[in-house]
């Protein structure tokens, strides 16, 4: 049985900027709290069994922000379901970043085998969650939907979720999917009510926005969002996903679901049991663009219709950088959208050599648009930096201006934000082709992961503070505009691996954050400036 908390203490810890700190494991419900909007809930740093959050509504401008205080707070027990859960709460935000030392304020490390580390359901809405780390789940690192049942209030009809923010958070070894957003199926669900059956609807979610999320060591999908038409879904690193699914084709890498639409963009997807992007009965209009993926064992991509997609919608795949798939690189089912294939870098395709794999294979009556798409079974050097590790063209490459500038599409940088449009052709695949001059700067590695530089908080209005991994230093770091222009460039006099950086003086906007070490290695970040 859970424990019900009402009462806490009401006076902040030196620090933490309290208005409420919770030191104990319990259901709390705000009825009996009485958090106001604006106001801060800490949770004192230790170990809790599971923290149940009931009630807490803010407003658009003054959210309830629940963040840890004085460490980490570690939480999970394996007798009771979703370590952190809310419900018929609105306008909160859930934040790890209580104390500077520690990159994921909260830790969800144990479950039973049908429970999500972090759960937000219950007609819950308007939320944020930010440097959480689920280090175990038995079910899904993050559960973010209501399920429809008997109650008219769940039914979409009735009931939208909005303005969902997920970002720089870190989730691994899980038992189903690393993030579950959204419910499965867009067209309605069977219930039995006083002995009836009917068909209920489940929510939509407006305003989902996903991103600067690891992902790793997933039984199933490392994420998966539907019933949510205009997604925002960019930034993600998802690796060794699908690597023992509870069900036949749950094995994949990132998966758009039925209801999905909006932008899938810049994300990274490597070492898939399945396919890496699937797209199942998606609303259609949606942009799939910059984004790498590397190393499937099926399909680098796989788009179908289904009952509610959208018919003579288009569906746009753009400056994909697709490498290693088992079978082939884009597999499309879908005849009843517009389908526009585009400066496409499809490269090693049917790796596996038995299942007759191609660069494009159209099936059920589907048609494409091609355009400027470099393909090749085989590769050599000349293609990439590094054809593992680094989908950067090398000097030489075949990817090299040989693209369509598809600004008409909206789009105009290339994975990391570097601008496009600068009056040449484009590149091909995910990434722009910038020279290096010198050997030396040849010489450089590059990687995106989010293990090793993380950049908080985000969106932030003052400053951000870009941190390396513990054994790595700082040595420069570049802060550029979307429009490619650089508008920070800082080096260190001493050895640190933090470094934070005002940003109060920027215009709104997404910048892209340029971290070298001293091995003369380079990670990339993002921000919000709000």
Same mark, same amino acid.
């Given at each position: 049985?859970?424990?019900?908390?009402?009462?806490?203490?009401?006076?902040?810890?030196?620090?933490?900027?309290?208005?409420?700190?919770?030191?104990?494991?319990?259901?709390?419900?705000?009825?009996?709290?009485?958090?106001?909007?604006?106001?801060?809930?800490?949770?004192?740093?230790?170990?809790?069994?599971?923290?149940?959050?009931?009630?807490?509504?803010?407003?658009?401008?003054?959210?309830?922000?629940?963040?840890?205080?004085?460490?980490?707070?570690?939480?999970?027990?394996?007798?009771?379901?979703?370590?952190?859960?809310?419900?018929?709460?609105?306008?909160?935000?859930?934040?790890?970043?209580?104390?500077?030392?520690?990159?994921?304020?909260?830790?969800?490390?144990?479950?039973?085998?049908?429970?999500?580390?972090?759960?937000?359901?219950?007609?819950?809405?308007?939320?944020?969650?930010?440097?959480?780390?689920?280090?175990?789940?038995?079910?899904?690192?993050?559960?973010?939907?209501?399920?429809?049942?008997?109650?008219?209030?769940? /039914?979409?009809?009735?009931?939208?979720?909005?303005?969902?923010?997920?970002?720089?958070?870190?989730?691994?070894?899980?038992?189903?999917?690393?993030?579950?957003?959204?419910?499965?199926?867009?067209?309605?669900?069977?219930?039995?009510?006083?002995?009836?059956?009917?068909?209920?609807?489940?929510?939509?979610?407006?305003?989902?926005?996903?991103?600067?999320?690891?992902?790793?060591?997933?039984?199933?999908?490392?994420?998966?969002?539907?019933?949510?038409?205009?997604?925002?879904?960019?930034?993600?690193?998802?690796?060794?996903?699908?690597?023992?699914?509870?069900?036949?084709?749950?094995?994949?890498?990132?998966?758009?679901?039925?209801?999905?639409?909006?932008?899938?963009?810049?994300?990274?997807?490597?070492?898939?049991?399945?396919?890496?992007?699937?797209?199942?009965?998606?609303?259609?209009?949606?942009?799939?663009?910059?984004?790498?993926?590397?190393?499937?064992?099926?399909?680098?991509?796989?788009?179908?219709?289904?009952?509610?997609?959208?018919?003579?919608?288009?569906?746009?795949?753009?400056?994909?950088?697709?490498?290693?798939?088992?079978?082939?690189?884009?597999?499309?089912?879908?005849?009843?959208?517009?389908?526009?294939?585009?400066?496409?870098?499809?490269?090693?395709?049917?790796?596996?050599?038995?299942?007759?794999?191609?660069?494009?294979?159209?099936?059920?009556?589907?048609?494409?648009?091609?355009?400027?798409?470099?393909?090749?079974?085989?590769?050599?050097?000349?293609?990439?930096?590094?054809?593992?590790?680094?989908?950067?063209?090398?000097?030489?490459?075949?990817?090299?201006?040989?693209?369509?500038?598809?600004?008409? /599409?909206?789009?105009?940088?290339?994975?990391?934000?570097?601008?496009?449009?600068?009056?040449?052709?484009?590149?091909?695949?995910?990434?722009?082709?910038?020279?290096?001059?010198?050997?030396?700067?040849?010489?450089?590695?590059?990687?995106?992961?989010?293990?090793?530089?993380?950049?908080?908080?985000?969106?932030?209005?003052?400053?951000?503070?870009?941190?390396?991994?513990?054994?790595?230093?700082?040595?420069?770091?570049?802060?550029?505009?979307?429009?490619?222009?650089?508008?920070?460039?800082?080096?260190?006099?001493?050895?640190?691996?933090?470094?934070?950086?005002?940003?109060?003086?920027?215009?709104?906007?997404?910048?892209?954050?340029?971290?070298?070490?001293?091995?003369?290695?380079?990670?990339?970040?993002?921000?919000?400036?709000?």
């Amino acid at each position: 049985m859970a424990l019900l908390v009402t009462a806490g203490s009401a006076f902040g810890q030196a620090g933490c900027g309290c208005d409420y700190l919770i030191d104990k494991a319990g259901v709390y419900n705000n009825s009996k709290l009485g958090i106001k909007p604006g106001q801060t809930v800490c949770v004192k740093a230790g170990r809790y069994d599971y923290l149940r959050f009931n009630g807490f509504v803010g407003t658009a401008s003054q959210p309830i922000r629940f963040v840890n205080c004085g460490g980490q707070v570690q939480v999970g027990v394996d007798a009771y379901y979703s370590g952190i859960q809310f419900n018929t709460s609105r306008y909160f935000v859930l934040s790890g970043s209580g104390d500077p030392a520690t990159p994921y304020g909260f830790k969800l490390d144990r479950s039973n085998q049908s429970a999500s580390g972090v759960s937000i359901g219950g007609l819950s809405s308007d939320c944020e969650v930010e440097q959480v780390e689920v280090a175990y789940a038995g079910f899904a690192g993050f559960m973010v939907k209501t399920d429809p049942s008997c109650d008219s209030a769940t /039914w979409r009809s009735n009931f939208e979720m909005r303005n969902v923010r997920l970002h720089d958070n870190y989730i691994h070894d899980t038992g189903g999917e690393g993030m579950y957003l959204g419910h499965s199926y867009y067209t309605g669900v069977t219930v039995t009510c006083d002995g009836t059956q009917k068909t209920v609807y489940p929510h939509l979610i407006y305003g989902l926005h996903v991103y600067n999320n690891r992902i790793e060591r997933t039984a199933a999908e490392g994420l998966q969002y539907g019933c949510a038409p205009d997604a925002q879904v960019h930034h993600n690193t998802l690796a060794y996903t699908g690597i023992s699914p509870f069900a036949n084709y749950q094995n994949n890498g990132l998966q758009i679901g039925g209801g999905g639409g909006g932008d899938c963009y810049s994300n990274q997807i490597a070492h898939v049991a399945g396919i890496g992007l699937i797209i199942i009965g998606h609303l259609g209009d949606n942009r799939i663009y910059n984004n790498v993926i590397y190393d499937t064992s099926m399909d680098g991509i796989f788009c179908d219709d289904r009952a509610g997609s959208l018919a003579n919608t288009n569906m746009l795949f753009a400056n994909n950088t697709i490498h290693h798939t088992g079978r082939d690189g884009i597999r499309l089912y879908n005849q009843n959208n517009t389908n526009v294939l585009i400066n496409n870098a499809v490269t090693r395709f049917n790796a596996k050599g038995d299942q007759g794999g191609r660069a494009f294979t159209f099936m059920q009556g589907a048609t494409a648009t091609l355009s400027t798409n470099v393909t090749a079974a085989t590769i050599n050097a000349a293609y990439y930096v590094n054809d593992s590790t680094n989908f950067r063209p090398a000097a030489g490459s075949p990817l090299i201006r040989a693209g369509t500038n598809i600004s008409n /599409w909206g789009i105009t940088t290339d994975l990391p934000g570097e601008n496009r449009a600068d009056g040449s052709n484009y590149d091909v695949g995910a990434y722009k082709y910038i020279p290096i001059a010198s050997a030396r700067r040849s010489a450089l590695s590059v990687t995106n992961s989010p293990a090793e530089l993380l950049v908080f908080p985000s969106p932030t209005s003052t400053t951000i503070t870009c941190k390396l991994s513990s054994e790595l230093v700082i040595s420069h770091l570049s802060v550029y505009s979307q429009q490619g222009v650089r508008v920070a460039n800082i080096r260190t006099h001493q050895p640190v691996n933090s470094l934070t950086y005002s940003a109060d003086q920027l215009p709104t906007g997404v910048y892209t954050v340029v971290v070298r070490d001293t091995n003369h290695q380079v990670y990339y970040g993002r921000f919000v400036r709000m």
